[in-house]
C-alpha cells in the first residue's frame, strides 16, 4: 500500500522591526502562529537581514510575514502577494541592513538558484511606524484577520485539520 | 550681581549608518577640499544610557549597529567588568572569543560580497554580478551562514544577541552543540581559502599609503577582546590611557565627531591596522597563504582592505575550530558582581575597527556616564586624508570614473554610513569649469 506522503512544513518569516510600531506587525502575527502552529511549521523572526534570508528560503515553501504602506488601501487591510510570480511593488520592498531589499533578494535567488519553491506574502497595510512596540489598532485588528486567512490557506494546503 | 555661568552639554553618538555624502573641490592643481559629510542625526545612544542599570549597557548599546552588535556588547560588559572589578575565567573568555568570531565572518563576508566585490568586479551592485559570478557570492553566503550559526549560538540569535552579559552569559550551550557545528566550519574554512584566493587576484588601484595603524595587541592572540592600544609610530598604551592620547572633535560638516590621535593627528583602526600591526600572531596557515600570495603585512593600499578581510574571515574560522575543540564548560556561566560606585573602560576590536566605551555608575549600579568612540568616526579623517591624496593620481579619469573611484575608496573602509552600495550623493566641483 502507498504510504502517504507527509505535507511539505512551511516556514513562516517575519520582516520588520518589533520596537517601530506597526512594523512590528510581521513578528507579532509570526508569534501568534508560533503558539498555534507548534511543531507544524518552522518559524523565523529575520528582522530584515534578506541576505541571510537567501541562505535559508531555498526549495522551501515560504510564507513571509511584513508591514506594507499603501495609498490606495487603508491600514489593516492584508495584501497578498506571490512572491514568485507577481510584480513586487517597491511598497513591499523593505530596506534592510546595507539596503538590500526583498526584490533584491528575490533577484539573488534567481541568480543563485537559491529560491524558495513557493513564496508567499502576507502584507499588512501599516499606519504608524515611529518607534514604540505596540501596533495601532487597526493593524492589530488586520492581524488577527489576516492569522484567520493565513492558517485556512495552510490548512487547506496541508489538508491537516 | 554676575551671573552664574550654566552649560547645556548634550553628548551624543552620532552614528552614521544611513545617508553620507561626499564633497570635493578640485582644480587643474589639485584638490583644495574635501569633506565626508555625515548627516545622519544623532541618536543620543550616550544620553540615554544615563540612569540605566549597568547590566543593561551590552544590550542597549547592541542597538548601536545591526552588522556589529556583539562588538558594541564586548566592548560594553568589558568595560562594566573593568568598573566592578571581574575578571572572566578563561572558559568564559574563550566563548566570548568565539562570539566574536562569528561576528567578524558575519560582517566581513557580508561587506566583501555584498558591498565591495561589485566594485572590482564592474557592476554596479551585488545581484548583477551574482548573475555572471554566482559562484563568488554562493561561497560568501556559505561562509557568512557560518558566521551567523556561531552567533546564533552563543547570542542565542544572530543579529542583537540577547544571551551576552556582564560577567559571562546568561546560558552556556554543552559541549556537543558546539561539536556540532564542526563540520560546517570545516567546510567554511575551505571556502574561505577560495575566497582568499580569489580576492588576492582581484585588479587594484595603485594606491599606497602612509597610515598611522592603531589596534591592539597582545603578545598572546591575534586582538579581538583584550591587548594594548598600539600603533606603528609608538603608541604604546594601556585602554585606561585611551583619552590621553585620543580626542574627538568636531567637524562643520559631519553630525558624527572625528577622532583624532592628539599628538599626530589622523590614524587608521579596522582590518588592515589589526593586520598590520598583529601579523606574527596570526595562525600559520593563515600566514603562509598570505606570503604565497604576495599579500605578506604590511598592507597599506586601502583597496586590498578586501584581501586583508578575507584573510581575517579565513583566521576567525581556524580560530572559531580551536576554540571548539578546545572547549571548556564554565563552572558557572557567569560572574556575579555587586554594583559599587566605579568607572571602566574598554577597548576591543569590532570587524571595522577600535571600539571603545567607558562608563561610570552609581552605588546603585546605576549608569551616570558613557561615551562610546565607533570605528568611523576613527576613520573619518583617514578617509578623507585618503581622498585627498589618492585624487591627483586619478584626475585624467572622466568624471564619471573618478566619482566611482571616489565611492569605492569610501567602500573600503566598510563604514556604517553605507546603507546600500550606492549611498553617496558626490559633488565633484571643477574649480576652473565654475569659473569659466
Same mark, same amino acid.
Given at each position: 500500500?502507498?504510504?502517504?506522503?507527509?505535507?511539505?512544513?512551511?516556514?513562516?518569516?517575519?520582516?520588520? $522591526?518589533?520596537?517601530?510600531?506597526?512594523?512590528?506587525?510581521?513578528?507579532?502575527?509570526?508569534?501568534?502562529?508560533?503558539?498555534?502552529?507548534?511543531?507544524? +511549521?518552522?518559524?523565523?523572526?529575520?528582522? $530584515?537581514?534578506?541576505?541571510?534570508?537567501?541562505?535559508?528560503?531555498?526549495?522551501?515553501?515560504?510564507?513571509?510575514?511584513?508591514?506594507?504602506?499603501?495609498?490606495?488601501?487603508?491600514?489593516?487591510?492584508?495584501?497578498?502577494?506571490?512572491?514568485?510570480?507577481?510584480?513586487? +511593488?517597491?511598497?513591499?520592498?523593505?530596506?534592510?541592513?546595507?539596503?538590500? $531589499?526583498?526584490?533584491? +533578494?528575490?533577484?539573488?535567488?534567481?541568480?543563485?538558484?537559491?529560491?524558495?519553491?513557493?513564496?508567499?506574502?502576507?502584507?499588512?497595510?501599516?499606519? $504608524?511606524?515611529?518607534?514604540?512596540?505596540?501596533?495601532?489598532?487597526?493593524?492589530?485588528?488586520?492581524?488577527?484577520?489576516?492569522?484567520?486567512?493565513?492558517?485556512?490557506?495552510?490548512?487547506?494546503?496541508?489538508?491537516?485539520? | 550681581?554676575?551671573? =552664574?555661568?550654566?552649560?547645556?552639554?548634550?553628548?551624543?553618538?552620532?552614528?552614521?549608518?544611513?545617508?553620507?555624502?561626499?564633497?570635493?573641490?578640485?582644480?587643474?592643481?589639485?584638490?583644495?577640499?574635501?569633506?565626508?559629510?555625515?548627516?545622519?542625526?544623532?541618536?543620543?545612544?550616550? %544620553?540615554?544610557?544615563?540612569?540605566?542599570?549597568?547590566?543593561?549597557?551590552?544590550?542597549?548599546?547592541?542597538?548601536? #549597529?545591526?552588522?556589529?552588535?556583539?562588538?558594541?556588547?564586548?566592548?560594553?560588559?568589558?568595560?562594566?567588568?573593568?568598573?566592578?572589578?571581574?575578571?572572566?575565567?578563561?572558559?568564559?573568555?574563550?566563548?566570548?572569543?568565539?562570539?566574536?568570531?562569528?561576528?567578524?565572518?558575519?560582517?566581513?563576508?557580508?561587506?566583501?560580497?555584498?558591498?565591495?566585490?561589485?566594485?572590482?568586479?564592474? /557592476?554596479?551592485?551585488?545581484?548583477?554580478?551574482?548573475?555572471?559570478?554566482?559562484?563568488?557570492?554562493?561561497?560568501?553566503?556559505?561562509?557568512?551562514?557560518?558566521?551567523?550559526?556561531?552567533?546564533?549560538? !552563543?547570542?542565542?540569535?544572530?543579529?542583537?544577541?540577547?544571551?551576552?552579559?556582564?560577567?559571562?552569559?546568561?546560558?552556556?550551550?554543552?559541549?556537543?552543540?558546539?561539536?556540532?557545528?564542526?563540520?560546517?566550519?570545516?567546510?567554511?574554512?575551505?571556502?574561505?581559502?577560495?575566497?582568499?584566493?580569489? %580576492? %588576492?587576484?582581484?585588479?587594484?588601484?595603485?594606491?599606497?599609503?602612509?597610515?598611522?595603524?592603531?589596534?591592539?595587541?597582545?603578545?598572546?592572540?591575534?586582538?579581538?577582546?583584550?591587548?594594548?592600544?598600539?600603533?606603528?609610530?609608538?603608541?604604546?598604551?594601556?585602554?585606561?590611557?585611551?583619552?590621553?592620547?585620543?580626542?574627538?572633535?568636531?567637524?562643520?560638516?559631519?553630525?558624527?565627531?572625528?577622532?583624532?590621535?592628539?599628538?599626530?593627528?589622523?590614524?587608521?583602526?579596522?582590518?588592515?591596522?589589526? /593586520?598590520?600591526?598583529?601579523?606574527?600572531? !596570526?595562525?600559520?596557515?593563515?600566514?603562509?597563504?598570505?606570503?604565497?600570495?604576495?599579500?605578506?603585512?604590511?598592507?597599506?593600499?586601502? *583597496?586590498?582592505?578586501?584581501?586583508?578581510? #578575507? !584573510?581575517?574571515?579565513?583566521?576567525?574560522?581556524?580560530?572559531?575550530?580551536?576554540?571548539?575543540?578546545?572547549?571548556?564548560?564554565?563552572?558557572?556561566?557567569?560572574?556575579?558582581?555587586?554594583? =559599587?560606585?566605579?568607572?571602566?573602560?574598554?577597548?576591543?576590536?569590532?570587524?571595522?575597527?577600535?571600539?571603545?566605551?567607558?562608563?561610570?555608575?552609581?552605588?546603585?549600579? =546605576?549608569?551616570? *556616564? %558613557?561615551?562610546?568612540?565607533?570605528?568611523?568616526?576613527?576613520?573619518?579623517?583617514?578617509?578623507?586624508?585618503?581622498?585627498?591624496?589618492?585624487?591627483? =593620481?586619478?584626475?585624467?579619469?572622466?568624471?564619471?570614473?573618478?566619482?566611482?573611484?571616489?565611492?569605492?575608496?569610501?567602500?573600503?573602509?566598510?563604514? #556604517?554610513?553605507?546603507?546600500?552600495?550606492?549611498?553617496?550623493?558626490?559633488?565633484?566641483?571643477?574649480?576652473?569649469?565654475?569659473?569659466?
Amino acid at each position: 500500500m502507498k504510504q502517504k506522503e507527509t505535507p511539505e512544513r512551511w516556514l513562516l518569516v517575519s520582516l520588520g $522591526n518589533r520596537f517601530r510600531g506597526d512594523d512590528g506587525v510581521g513578528p507579532y502575527l509570526l508569534d501568534r502562529l508560533r503558539s498555534q502552529l507548534k511543531e507544524n +511549521a518552522d518559524f523565523l523572526e529575520s528582522g $530584515n537581514d534578506m541576505v541571510t534570508l537567501v541562505g535559508r528560503w531555498k526549495d522551501r515553501q515560504v510564507c513571509l510575514l511584513d508591514a506594507v504602506f499603501s495609498d490606495e488601501q487603508p491600514s489593516g487591510d492584508l495584501i497578498r502577494v506571490n512572491g514568485l510570480a507577481d510584480v513586487i +511593488a517597491p511598497s513591499v520592498c523593505t530596506t534592510s541592513s546595507h539596503g538590500f $531589499n526583498l526584490r533584491e +533578494a528575490i533577484d539573488l535567488g534567481k541568480a543563485l538558484d537559491s529560491l524558495p519553491r513557493r513564496l508567499e506574502i502576507f502584507a499588512i497595510c501599516a499606519q $504608524n511606524i515611529t518607534c514604540g512596540d505596540h501596533l495601532t489598532a487597526e493593524v492589530k485588528s488586520g492581524a488577527e484577520r489576516a492569522e484567520q486567512e493565513l492558517l485556512a490557506f495552510l490548512q487547506a494546503d496541508t489538508g491537516e485539520s | 550681581m554676575a551671573g =552664574k555661568s550654566k552649560t547645556i552639554k548634550v553628548d551624543y553618538l552620532a552614528r552614521v549608518e544611513g545617508e553620507g555624502a561626499l564633497y570635493i573641490r578640485y582644480d587643474d592643481h589639485g584638490v583644495h577640499e574635501v569633506q565626508l559629510k555625515i548627516f545622519e542625526p544623532p541618536r543620543f545612544f550616550e %544620553a540615554f544610557l544615563r540612569g540605566r542599570d549597568y547590566t543593561e549597557a551590552p544590550d542597549i548599546t547592541a542597538r548601536i #549597529c545591526g552588522i556589529c552588535p556583539v562588538a558594541y556588547q564586548m566592548s560594553a560588559l568589558h568595560a562594566m567588568e573593568n568598573a566592578l572589578g571581574l575578571m572572566p575565567t578563561e572558559p568564559l573568555r574563550n566563548l566570548r572569543r568565539l562570539l566574536y568570531c562569528g561576528e567578524w565572518i558575519e560582517s566581513h563576508m557580508l561587506h566583501i560580497s555584498m558591498l565591495h566585490a561589485p566594485d572590482f568586479l564592474g /557592476y554596479p551592485n551585488a545581484v548583477a554580478m551574482a548573475k555572471d559570478h554566482p559562484q563568488v557570492v554562493q561561497r560568501a553566503l556559505e561562509i557568512k551562514k557560518t558566521g551567523n550559526a556561531l552567533v546564533r549560538l !552563543l547570542g542565542g540569535r544572530e543579529v542583537h544577541p540577547i544571551n551576552v552579559r556582564v560577567g559571562g552569559f546568561y546560558r552556556v550551550p554543552n559541549r556537543e552543540v558546539f561539536q556540532a557545528l564542526h563540520p560546517q566550519l570545516i567546510e567554511a574554512r575551505i571556502l574561505a581559502e577560495l575566497m582568499v584566493r580569489w %580576492a %588576492a587576484g582581484l585588479p587594484f588601484p595603485h594606491c599606497e599609503q602612509s597610515y598611522e595603524c592603531v589596534a591592539l595587541s597582545s603578545p598572546r592572540e591575534y586582538p579581538m577582546n583584550e591587548g594594548r592600544i598600539v600603533s606603528n609610530r609608538g603608541l604604546d598604551i594601556s585602554v585606561q590611557d585611551y583619552e590621553k592620547h585620543f580626542r574627538e572633535q568636531q567637524v562643520p560638516h559631519s553630525t558624527a565627531l572625528h577622532s583624532v590621535l592628539i599628538e599626530r593627528g589622523a590614524y587608521l583602526v579596522g582590518p588592515m591596522a589589526r /593586520y598590520n600591526l598583529n601579523y606574527p600572531q !596570526l595562525s600559520e596557515g593563515v600566514r603562509g597563504l598570505a606570503e604565497e600570495l604576495g599579500f605578506k603585512a604590511p598592507c597599506n593600499n586601502p *583597496f586590498k582592505s578586501i584581501v586583508v578581510r #578575507c !584573510l581575517e574571515v579565513l583566521y576567525a574560522l581556524e580560530e572559531a575550530l580551536r576554540l571548539i575543540d578546545g572547549f571548556q564548560a564554565p563552572d558557572e556561566p557567569y560572574l556575579v558582581a555587586e554594583p =559599587k560606585e566605579a568607572s571602566g573602560c574598554a577597548a576591543t576590536e569590532a570587524p571595522r575597527g577600535l571600539l571603545y566605551h567607558r562608563y561610570a555608575i552609581n552605588r546603585e549600579g =546605576k549608569i551616570t *556616564f %558613557a561615551k562610546i568612540v565607533a570605528p568611523t568616526s576613527q576613520n573619518q579623517k583617514t578617509i578623507e586624508d585618503d581622498l585627498r591624496l589618492m585624487l591627483p =593620481k586619478f584626475m585624467h579619469l572622466p568624471e564619471q570614473q573618478l566619482q566611482g573611484l571616489c565611492e569605492r575608496a569610501i567602500r573600503n573602509y566598510d563604514p #556604517c554610513i553605507s546603507c546600500s552600495t550606492h549611498f553617496l550623493q558626490l559633488h565633484l566641483q571643477h574649480e576652473a569649469k565654475r569659473n569659466s
